[in-house]
């Protein structure tokens, strides 16, 4: 078997091209996902009973369909309610919205591994309910939410390689144009591959090492936060 990578170097230009909008979109869409997942997650643990149903639908929804099918819906819907959009943005949100499906459960989930005597304490001294979130809870759920979270972001990346099929300039739409213009089927795809892997490693090494930090910060330092203090009044008395 006789592999020519001379193909790759011929194209790297387009390679290039493609690995820099794989990771602009992943990387706008993980945020845009998160900030859309912070109020759901709030509204699916709410003790009103609409706004659970509305946070859980949309949960459901996008996360019970292949994404494939999302993308879809949002590339041929959009325009019939008199919304044009470029493919890349139309790929971007509805990327977008599909991870905020999966971020909502992971905040969630992150929010009820807190035990409960946390803000029960937090609204004895007299905390609201959405400053006890913030400083008592919100704090605890960081190191909760970096795994799952790093997770979901590797397949959001991944999940961009979809974005050929509406032809957004990505990664796996600009190895399909060299696969074209070479007939190198193997030597094209392997080195997409390699890029996606890459990508997908620097990331998950970048948050090991954010995760490792994260524990270190919180194992060796208990200080409390301004508010915490305020509310505690809290007095330094030196020994008699």
Known sequence: MHLDFSVILDHWRLFAYGAASTILIAVAA???GFLIAIPLALMSLSHRRTLRALANAYVECFRNVPFIIVL?????????IGLRLTQSLVGTAALSFFAGSYFTEIIRGAVLAVPKGQMES?????????????EI??????RLLLPPSTNTAISMVKETSILSTITVAELTYQGLVVQGNTFAPFEVFLTTAAIYWLVTASLAHGMRRVETASHAAQGGSQTRASVANKYLMIETRSPA
């Open 137 to 142: 809870v919100a704090p605890q759920t960081l």
């Open 122 to 134: 937090a609204r004895a001294i007299g905390m609201s309910y959405f400053q006890g979130l913030w």
């Open 72 to 80: 879809y819906l949002f590339f041929y819907g959009l325009p019939m």
């Open 30 to 32: 993980v945020a845009a």
